[in-house]
């Protein structure tokens, strides 16, 4: 019995030593995704490049000789089961960084377990509200007050209308960028005449954008993704607001052209370059776009690649990062993260640095229209 159990240990022994060796020669990157619920477009197309970006990484023979692995859990779009799921990450995956999608208030609601563990956040959301919380966390979601200046803009130089309404959803990015849209207005040369909000699972907005047009608003300044943005469209032909923009924030494609549909050239969207690529001018710009789409295409298609270019680059930042850190430990990565050059990506360029965590510093935004069922930009 004695033999048999001491058997037993030593094989028990060599299986934990050789998981632990497996451990070693893996890099665990977790990534929190919304595939169910509001967020799903967006943060499919999130988890996809990631391990779209990993598999062309570890053909490559992976980083620092380890191979890559993508461990991602379904939020299903809301904060609880983010909690739920980041935890079961960091203790049964034991994850050494975190790639995460767009739900901001699921990476706010995980972030101080995170930091606690010392684990670089990478996200596709805006930062954590506490400064503890920021030092471990970047962005690559542009500032949100890009997304408001460049349709403002648009119409202070394309159009008449001076008075807007604003219809945000109740997340953490669209309460910012409605708290933006209002401040930023009169700078602009707008004027907001009405602030309704709305639930992303609501079948009709009628009801505010009858208010906002007895306010006098000429056109609709949306914040939020998803299919709401199509709901939006369809009362406003339903309304028979005939002279109404509606202006969409950074969404997938597939909802841009259910909308463009429905309104034709007054709904107009803002678009980064790699998502109307055409527009980009020669340079390291379109040749990293290119490069992206070339792989993106080859795996899916015609399929959107808003998110999935932030994805990516989102994946080669932090491949950088632990190719400068000569490591694969947290605080180490953090560190490199910071002190990283200007790189170029897909999507934009990044410029991070230790007071600086919202890696996208310069407007990367054009508008958009739908014409003939492709997102062109509007010239």
Not at 42 to 54: E, I, K, T, V
Not at 83 to 112: E, H, L, P, T, W
Not at 200 to 221: E, F, H, K, T
Not at 355 to 369: A, D, M, R, S
Request: hydrophobic residues 45%.
């Amino acid at each position: 019995m004695r033999h048999r159990s001491g058997l037993l240990a030593a094989a028990a022994i060599l299986a934990l030593s050789a998981t632990s060796a497996l451990a070693q020669q893996t890099y665990k990157i977790g990534s929190s995704v919304g595939l169910t619920g509001y967020a799903a477009v967006n943060d499919r197309a999130w988890r996809d490049s990631l391990l779209l970006a990993a598999e062309t990484l570890n053909a490559k023979g992976g980083v620092l000789g380890k191979k890559v692995e993508i461990v991602a859990e379904d939020n299903r779009s809301e904060p609880q089961e983010a909690v739920v799921g980041y935890r079961k990450m960091m203790s049964n995956d034991q994850v050494q960084i975190f790639d995460s999608g767009c739900v901001s208030a699921g990476n706010f609601a995980a972030a101080g377990s995170v930091v606690r563990a010392q684990i670089p956040m990478v996200l596709c959301s805006i930062l954590p509200q506490r400064p503890e919380e920021q030092k471990w966390a970047f962005s690559v979601l542009p500032p949100p007050r890009f997304e408001i200046e460049a349709r403002y803009q648009h119409l202070k130089d394309k159009t008449d209308i001076r008075k807007v309404g604003i219809l945000h959803d109740p997340t953490p990015y669209a309460m910012l960028m409605k708290d933006l849209g209002s401040k930023i207005a009169k700078d602009m040369g707008m004027e907001v005449v009405a602030v309704e909000s709305y639930k992303q699972d609501d079948a009709d907005v009628s009801v505010q954008l009858g208010r906002m047009n007895a306010a006098g608003a000429g056109a609709v300044i949306k914040m939020g993704q998803g299919g709401s943005t199509v709901t939006t469209a369809k009362n406003i032909k339903a309304l028979g607001l005939d002279k109404m923009l509606l202006l969409a924030s950074l969404d997938d494609g597939a909802t841009f052209k259910q909308a463009g549909e429905v309104l034709g050239d007054r709904f107009l969207f803002v678009a980064p370059g790699v998502q109307i690529p055409e527009s980009i001018p020669a340079g390291p710009a379109k040749d990293a776009a290119d490069a992206f789409l070339k792989v993106w295409q080859a795996k899916y298609g015609d399929r959107d690649p808003n998110a999935g270019a932030r994805a990516w680059d989102s994946f080669m930042l932090i491949v950088a990062a632990v190719e400068k850190a000569k490591s694969t430990e947290g605080p180490a990565v953090r560190d490199a993260l910071e002190t990283l050059p200007s790189i170029q990506g897909s999507f934009a360029q990044f410029n991070f640095s230790p007071e600086q965590h919202v890696g996208i510093t310069k407007n990367p935004f054009e508008i958009g229209v739908v014409r003939g069922g492709k997102l062109v930009a509007l010239k």
